[in-house]
């Protein structure tokens, strides 16, 4: 018999998936998760201009504050959980486990070291879960609520409805944090 078979035998004989149909499954659930994280990106961001635009960076704070959970509970279907983190978090509830503050680090490392922020991710299947980031570089929009020099009425609204916020002092092109995501797998 050879190799291959013997290793094909062995593996379901152990009720282990082959390499290859593990990866191809990693594959495409990092598509999947791809997919979600631009419906997240491309949601919040359409909702955070249309605030401002319509009565300003206050309202657009407001809107992230009720917004974006919704957002996310929205995309979180299908096994999926959807969800954003970073090292400087706004909201206590997005505050990042073990693995996505080395994830965060990691990423923080690539920025610096001049890779693309657009393609800053990463996966790991770990407990029975998939799981996978993206970077969320800070753009100069963002700026706007996270950067260094903000507007005494947005430092208000701020500090009215995230009295912990630690988000701010954002350069363009720093990491702003991370989209992340979660499925349970099936076995």
């Known amino acids: 018999m050879g190799m291959l ?3 094909v035998l062995l593996t379901a004989m152990l009720g282990l998936a082959p390499v290859w149909v593990v990866a191809a ?3 495409q659930l990092t598509q999947e998760a791809r997919q979600q994280t631009k419906a997240f990106a491309q949601a919040l961001q359409k909702t955070l201009k249309q605030g401002i635009q319509a009565s300003g960076p206050e309202a657009a704070i407001q809107l992230c504050n009720t917004e974006a959970p919704a957002i996310a509970a929205g995309l979180s279907q299908n096994g999926w959980q959807v969800a954003r983190t970073s090292t400087k978090i706004r909201n206590p509830d997005n505050v990042a486990d073990d693995w996505e503050l080395q994830t965060l680090e990691d990423f923080s490392r690539r920025l610096q070291a001049g890779e693309d922020p ?4 990463a996966t790991t299947v770990a407990d029975g879960e998939f799981r ?6 800070t753009a100069p929009l963002c700026l706007t609520c996270h950067g260094s020099q903000l507007a005494p009425a947005v430092t208000a609204r701020l500090d009215e409805l995230y009295p912990a916020d630690q988000a701010r002092g954002f350069n363009a092109g720093d990491l702003r944090g991370a989209f992340t995501l979660r499925k349970t797998l099936e076995e």
């Open 118 to 121: 657009a393609g800053i991710e």
């Open 132 to 137: 996978y980031m993206k970077a969320i570089p």
């Open 5 to 7: 078979k013997r290793s």
């Open 25 to 27: 499954d990693n594959a």
